[in-house]
């Protein structure tokens, strides 16, 4: 009988069975490759003296930094100047801590030392993820996260709290950033302050007690969808000078100030199916054109629930509810406060269609008018109801 092959046979198992018991070490900084073809390094901060140490052995052609766990204070702005790089923590446990007290942000992401550059391709970055740790700072330090000039930035999995600027600036960070699952609080400034930048999704985080929670400027294409803001010391959303955004499916609650701010040339935007209450006002439209306004829920708001002004107009509002605290069988949750609700108001606007709104419980009235007559308003399809009593009649359009 042939034994070379049971032999070949048990080497074989024996070999298959070590491969899948020894771990394969992924190649660390220093170390030349001798693996998987391609493969560049793993920067391990825990090897380097300090965070910077780190951030600087990144070659120009990127990589991957892995941050420990541990609380880090740092002095002086971590600087990321190379593309194509990621940066990752250990979730919360991976704690930078700002102790500056002049002004300079915990993380600064940028190719040039320009404070806040114009637009220029010759200096931009492209490609950086900074994911899963979270960042604090203190009333006279800067902003938590600093990015300028940044395409196709991923922030996702960061806690950014307690700031004394913004927590997350991006600035002019044109193409493709993303803000994801990410938790936003207590910050001196704007939450989440973006400046100049296009086709940007913001999805699926917390905001709580920043001064407004975000701003989007000078830039287009908004997609806002999923996050939970509140508590906020100023306004909720705030946008200026820019179109062809959506603001969609967020829980907008107790702004000292008002709920979304559309301002300065906004035009081609969409407000719907959000969750609005009990903020100081609802949605103002101060200087927006062309926008919709549709099947939002405004409840308990004490001034304003939605405001047209004398510089918006061809403004489609259908498919809201205007409401109080009513819970049915002649209740309200909340009778003996918070019992304003208010309505909509007309303030010396144009070219309005409402259809298919609700006003329920609203006071004083479900649809005002302020200042001068309103032209080309057209109602349709209004539900006013306020529990038995007469209900606010709706205004004529003409």
């Not at 990621?86 to 704690?95: L, P, R």
């Not at 600093?146 to 996702?156: C, K, M, S």
Request: with cysteine; hydrophobic share 35%; aromatic share 6%.
């Amino acid at each position: 009988m042939n034994r070379t092959l049971p032999l070949l046979v048990a080497v074989f198992f024996v070999t298959l069975l070590a491969s899948r018991l020894v771990p394969v070490r992924p190649v660390q900084s220093g170390e030349e490759n001798n693996g998987l073809p391609g493969a560049r390094a793993t920067i391990y901060a825990a090897q380097y003296p300090s965070l910077q140490d780190a951030l600087d052995a990144v070659p120009p052609a990127g990589g991957l930094v892995q941050l420990p766990a541990g609380i880090f204070e740092i002095e002086q702005p971590l600087v990321i100047r190379t593309e194509d790089t990621c940066i990752e923590g250990a979730g919360t446990a991976t704690h930078i801590k700002n102790i500056n007290t002049n002004g300079q942000p915990a993380i600064l992401v940028s190719r040039t030392n320009e404070k806040y550059p114009k637009r220029n391709k010759e200096t931009e970055l492209w490609r950086i993820r900074l994911a899963n740790f979270r960042v604090t700072g203190n009333e006279t330090s800067g902003h938590g996260i600093d990015a300028r000039g940044v395409n196709e930035i991923l922030i996702d999995g960061v806690t950014i709290s307690e700031n004394g600027g913004d927590g997350i600036l991006l600035w002019h960070c044109y193409e493709d950033p993303r803000v994801c699952d990410s938790l936003i609080t207590y910050n001196q400034g704007v939450g989440l302050n973006l400046q100049g930048c296009h086709d940007i999704v913001v999805s699926s985080n917390q905001f709580e007690e920043n001064q407004d929670a975000l701003h989007c400027f000078n830039g287009y294409n908004l997609c806002m969808t999923g996050n939970c803001l509140d508590d906020h010391l100023g306004h909720g959303i705030v946008i200026e000078n820019t179109y062809g955004s959506v603001v969609s499916g967020n829980m907008i609650e107790e702004c000292t100030g008002t709920a979304i701010i559309l301002d300065r040339d906004c035009y081609g935007n969409t407000l719907s199916a959000n969750i609005i209450a009990h903020n100081g006002s609802g949605i103002d439209l101060r200087d927006a054109h062309g926008c919709s306004v549709s099947a939002n829920t405004f409840t308990i708001i004490a001034t304003d629930a939605l405001r047209i002004g004398p510089d918006s107009g061809r403004i489609a509002v259908s498919g809201n509810s205007f409401c109080n605290s009513y819970i049915g069988g002649g209740k309200l949750r909340r009778g003996t406060y918070d019992i304003a609700a208010a309505g909509m108001v007309l303030d010396g606007t144009r070219d309005i269609g409402v259809t298919g709104n609700v006003f329920s419980g609203t006071q004083p009235q479900a649809i005002a008018i302020s200042g001068p007559p309103s032209d080309d308003v057209v109602l349709v399809g209004t539900l006013l109801t306020n529990g038995g009593r007469e209900p606010a009649q709706p205004p004529e359009s003409r």
